[in-house]
């Protein structure tokens, strides 16, 4: 199972700390956020650009719930970004999207809010790479409620979605929870306050890691 520390869930105040106490871990998370698809406001390009040339981590993920996504490709790309989410929400043409992926060298991926239903994505997903299941509702608060029903949906959804698709989920998930989709077929989820909110990090990645080889 593959981990992906969120570093929005980090301490605000001291991202270059919290960055080095994972700085092991080969993956990062980078949720840009404007508003417009929750009540959260996270980074700016600036702010994202100074993360990604502070971090070690080889693949850097970034999901972009914003209004116009197209338009960060190219940014995030220059910043680092070597995969990327958008929502289907709010995207007018996959195909494009997928296209400029290609053009780019980024993993193209697609995002699916709690609410949304899975057949929303099916005609889609020969375009994409991967598919990440928000698994809570974004409000904006520190700690996110955990939405069940949107557990589920993520849960059956490799019964839909072929093998060549990976699944991710990100929200409020709980170690049991890992070890639930580890056994339904996901490769990784997004995690925050599971990471840092321990006193050792980086040991809490490995922790969690190590849940897969109890499905396998």
Known sequence: MNIYPSIASADC????????????????????????????????????????????????????????????????KKIGCTEVFVHIEILDDIAEYSSICKDLDMVCGLALLAETSLECILPYVDKIKKLLFLTSKPTGRRQEDFDLEAFMKAERSRRYIPSTVELLADGGLSREHVKVLGQHGFSGVVLGRLVFSGTDAYESIKELERIQLEVK
């Open 13 to 76: 105040l001291c991202y270059q700390k919290e960055l080095d106490r994972i700085s092991l871990c080969p993956n990062l998370h980078i949720d840009i956020e404007d508003g417009s698809l929750s009540e959260n406001i996270t980074f700016g390009l600036r702010t994202a650009e100074a993360i990604c040339n502070a971090s070690k981590a080889e693949n850097k993920q970034f999901h972009l719930m914003v209004r116009d996504p197209l338009l960060y490709l190219s940014d995030i």
